[in-house]
């Protein structure tokens, strides 16, 4: 190994070394950075919440005997809660191979008409009359959105006539104020539909917008002008339980969300949906950066035990494509520097910033914490510590009137990927005078590296070689915007994650003054803020694009703040209450376009899979003079079109069949001329039956069907609609849906 020279440190008293606990390396290296920071949430209810990954043959009777609770399962990786006086126990179980902690640092945080006729769902709500079977609403579809700011009674969330409310279930996370849903054992499940629509959430107004977006009816906007993708779909929210959910929360808010209760939600949503016998899409508008960002965290693997078969996750790919916060160097025996900067800091008297940095597989890398002033001086430094020491250490340096605290937790093999991770949590109370800068060494080792600013804010960070008159231009790597698709909702392999661009760059507010900023973005352009790929494993990354710019929709008329008039679009009264649409921007208003559209998709074909959604998406994207040529690290495979997207979904009706006899065929699919049935080889003496969408068999026939032979419908004989093809002798079936243009 290249040894970094080891330099003196000032003022340095080192608190802790290692703890002994965490040595074994079953913790996350962000979890043992918070117990070594104080930084372990135990909730309202006194409990804590974790991701396991469990070992081949491990049981759960394990867990029952120390009092640990299982809340859901994905495969291998189990959401649990437990007493903190449990974490001993729970750290030395056999089998309880890998663990994450839900903690205080690096926040998961919120990614925050023309719309519609920019992704053309507006021709899918209109299908008759551009080409389709039906006009698709979403209907018998599960809309499932995690989130938190409901407004449950906003009108936009009852039936186009404001009739009805479409919210069928309602869990609350984050109040003990009734019994949580079966099988989990925290929060309040609410299913009365009247109790629904007065459990609104305090928590700003993020959900109301995202939701509406994605299955909003517009009831009471002029001409339902401001419905959603999916306006007849049924609804689920969810309001996350973050992991501060002592504190309240706010649009600035620190939301601090455990990715186990995230998962929780998902298990939640697909099992109602599986309950009532629809698909369900899930829409997640949220992120952070702790992780390898390469598809292997815990959150991740998870996702892709949960999604599949009508069971579909929809992502914002994230709000960085303007901040370099991300590190790359590949080390050739050489040693490298870079200021670690949290955007905000401007507005605060000291600075913190969490960064979490990754190595490549089978090397190993070494990093230095240096403290320095204006003048480029070193107020104090960490040794260089390696990521081999498997350990976590604590630093603090008091110096004149102002004081600086390192953390490091360094883990030379994650059991995630073998790569080598070292997490730095860094503060001081000296915004004007000081810096942090990260000094990184290795032979050989492939360096990435996310800085998410405060572990405690909802700040962003960066990296840079020169701040002001500090200018290390020479000497130090400035960060960049790539690779910033986000943990959460962007890295899954499972998941469709989205980057947005402008449909608008400017409207008419509520007030009559127009805002405009085409200065800024032109439409049609991709929106500055949307994050870019790849994945570290090379994947393209978002998937599609979608419109994230003022993009109207419902908020919540509990949390409306006099600045926000100048966003707000609209006021309507629906029973005796006003109620507000404003216009808000960010991937997370992308994300539920595309989750809408996946609605629309399942209404057309529930036997979609995750797989097929994306392919389907990711092939019926478009590209214009903005995109370029597609697939690109910007705007993936392209600006999602969801009237061809639903088109390809009819296509694929029938494919996922439950056929016990193989080599049903039918073609065209959708048809408007002839269409042709291609029987089984070994199906003897079969009947064919075609039985339209409510139930009526218009065709019940054995003549004409021959083993491996073709059985022509002519052309005229079916009236325009979907129908359901059987075929079957007695002993063995196959299925086949069909749509006649």
């Given at each position: 190994m290249?040894?970094?020279?080891?330099?003196?440190?000032?003022?340095?008293?080192?608190?802790?070394?290692?703890?002994?606990?965490?040595?074994?390396?079953?913790?996350?290296?962000?979890?043992?950075?918070?117990?070594?920071?104080?930084?372990?949430?135990?909730?309202?209810?006194?409990?804590?919440?974790?991701?396991?990954?469990?070992?081949?043959?491990?049981?759960?009777?394990?867990f029952f005997s120390h009092g640990i609770v299982v809340n859901s399962k994905f495969g291998n990786i189990?959401?649990?809660?437990?007493?903190?006086?449990?974490?001993?126990?729970?750290?030395?179980i056999?089998?309880?191979?890998?663990?994450?902690?839900?903690?205080?640092?690096?926040?998961?945080?919120?990614k925050n008409d023309l719309e519609r006729q920019s992704t053309k769902a507006d021709k899918v709500q209109n299908g008759t009359q551009n080409g389709l079977p039906l006009d698709y609403s979403g209907k018998d579809v599960v809309v499932g959105i995690v989130d938190i700011g409901f407004q449950c009674d906003h009108p936009t969330f009852f039936t186009s006539d404001g009739a009805r409310t479409r919210i069928r279930r309602y869990w609350l996370q984050n109040t003990s104020a009734g019994l949580p849903p079966s099988g989990f054992s925290y929060g309040t499940e609410i299913r009365d539909t009247t109790i629904i629509q007065i459990a609104n959430d305090m928590d700003g107004s993020h959900g109301t917008h995202v939701a509406g977006i994605a299955a909003g009816?517009?009831?009471?906007?002029?001409?339902?002008?401001?419905?959603?993708?999916?306006?007849?779909?049924?609804?689920?929210?969810?309001?996350?339980?973050?992991?501060?959910?002592?504190?309240?929360?706010?649009?600035?808010?620190?939301?601090?969300?455990?990715?186990?209760?995230?998962?929780?939600?998902?298990?939640?949503?697909?099992?109602?949906?599986?309950?009532v016998g629809k698909p369900a899409v899930i829409n997640l508008s949220w992120g952070m950066h702790t992780g390898p960002h390469d598809g292997t965290s815990l959150f991740d693997k998870a996702v892709e035990n949960l999604t599949g078969q009508g069971r579909i996750i929809v992502g914002a790919n994230g709000n960085e494509g303007e901040n370099p916060m991300h590190f790359y160097h590949k080390f050739s025996q050489?040693?490298?520097?870079?200021?670690?900067?949290?955007?905000?800091?401007?507005?605060?008297?000291?600075?913190?910033?969490?960064?979490?940095?990754?190595?490549?597989a089978g090397t190993n890398f070494s990093m230095q914490i240096q403290i320095i002033d204006t003048n480029k001086n070193v107020m104090a430094e960490t040794p260089f510590i390696s990521s081999l020491s498997d350990l976590s250490y604590n630093y603090s340096f008091p110096f004149d009137s102002s004081l600086a605290k390192v953390s490091i937790v360094c883990e030379s093999k994650s059991p995630l990927n073998d790569k080598?991770?070292?997490?730095?949590?860094?503060?001081?109370?000296?915004?004007?005078?000081?810096?942090?800068?990260?000094?990184?060494?290795?032979?050989?080792?492939?360096?990435?590296?996310?800085?998410?600013?405060?572990?405690?804010?909802?700040?962003?960070?960066s990296f840079r070689n020169k701040v002001n008159q500090v200018n290390y231009e020479n000497k130090f790597i400035a960060g960049n915007s790539d690779y910033t698709a986000g943990e959460n909702g962007g890295t899954s392999k499972a998941i469709v994650s989205v980057g947005a661009y402008a449909a608008r760059s400017a409207y008419l507010n509520v007030r009559g003054k127009w805002v405009n900023d085409s200065g800024y973005v032109t439409p049609g352009n991709l929106a500055p803020f949307s994050s870019r790929g790849p994945t570290v494993d090379g994947r393209i990354k978002p998937d599609v694009t979608a419109p994230g710019y003022h993009v109207p929709s419902s908020i919540n008329n509990r949390q409306v703040a006099s600045w926000m008039m100048n966003e707000t679009l609209l006021k309507t009264v629906f029973r005796n209450d006003t109620n507000y649409w404003a216009a808000f921007n960010g991937t997370s208003m992308a994300s539920p376009h595309v989750a809408?559209?996946?609605?629309l998709m399942l209404e057309?074909?529930?036997?979609?899979?995750?797989?097929?959604?994306?392919?389907?998406?990711?092939?019926?994207?478009?590209?214009?003079?903005?995109?370029?040529?597609?697939?690109?690290?910007?705007?993936?495979?392209?600006?999602?079109?969801?009237?061809?997207?639903?088109?390809?979904?009819?296509?694929?009706?029938?494919?996922?069949?439950?056929?016990?006899?193989?080599?049903?065929?039918?073609?065209?699919?959708?048809?408007?001329?002839?269409?042709?049935?291609?029987?089984?080889?070994?199906?003897?003496?079969?009947?064919?039956?075609?039985?339209?969408?409510?139930?009526r068999a218009v065709l019940d026939t054995r003549a004409g069907l021959q083993p491996s032979g073709t059985y022509v419908i002519n052309n005229g004989v079916l009236a325009p609609g979907m129908y359901i093809i059987r075929l079957d002798n007695g002993k063995r079936q196959s299925i086949a849906k069909f749509i006649k243009l």
């Open positions: 290249y040894l970094c020279m080891k330099s003196l440190y000032i003022c340095c008293v080192l608190l802790l070394s290692s703890i002994n606990l965490y040595a074994q390396g079953v913790l996350s290296n962000a979890s043992k950075l918070a117990a070594g920071s104080g930084d372990l949430i135990v909730d309202r209810d006194g409990l804590m919440h974790a991701l396991i990954r469990t070992e081949p043959g491990f049981s759960d009777s394990l189990w959401s649990v809660q437990f007493p903190p006086e449990k974490l001993t126990a729970l750290a030395g056999p089998g309880a191979g890998y663990i994450e902690l839900a903690t205080r640092s690096n926040a998961t945080r919120l009816s517009g009831f009471s906007s002029p001409g339902l002008q401001y419905r959603g993708v999916a306006p007849g779909a049924d609804l689920v929210f969810v309001s996350i339980k973050y992991s501060n959910d002592t504190l309240g929360g706010s649009a600035l808010g620190d939301y601090l969300v455990a990715n186990s209760t995230i998962l929780d939600a998902f298990s939640y949503i697909f099992n109602y949906a599986a309950s050489d040693t490298v520097g870079t200021i670690m900067i949290e955007n905000g800091r401007q507005f605060r008297k000291g600075e913190n910033v969490y960064a979490d940095f990754w190595g490549s080598p991770n070292i997490t730095v949590n860094a503060s001081h109370n000296n915004q004007q005078r000081l810096l942090i800068v990260a000094r990184l060494c290795s032979d050989t080792s492939e360096v990435h590296g996310w800085n998410s600013g405060s572990a405690r804010q909802w700040t962003q960070g809408g559209i996946v609605a057309a074909n529930p036997s979609l899979d995750a797989a097929q959604v994306k392919q389907i998406l990711t092939t019926t994207a478009v590209s214009d003079q903005f995109t370029g040529t597609v697939p690109n690290m910007r705007y993936g495979y392209g600006k999602v079109d969801a009237l061809a997207a639903v088109a390809k979904a009819i296509q694929f009706a029938g494919i996922n069949s439950n056929f016990t006899e193989q080599g049903l065929n039918v073609y065209p699919n959708p048809a408007g001329s002839d269409c042709h049935i291609t029987l089984p080889d070994r199906l003897d003496n079969p009947r064919l039956r075609i039985i339209s969408i409510d139930g």
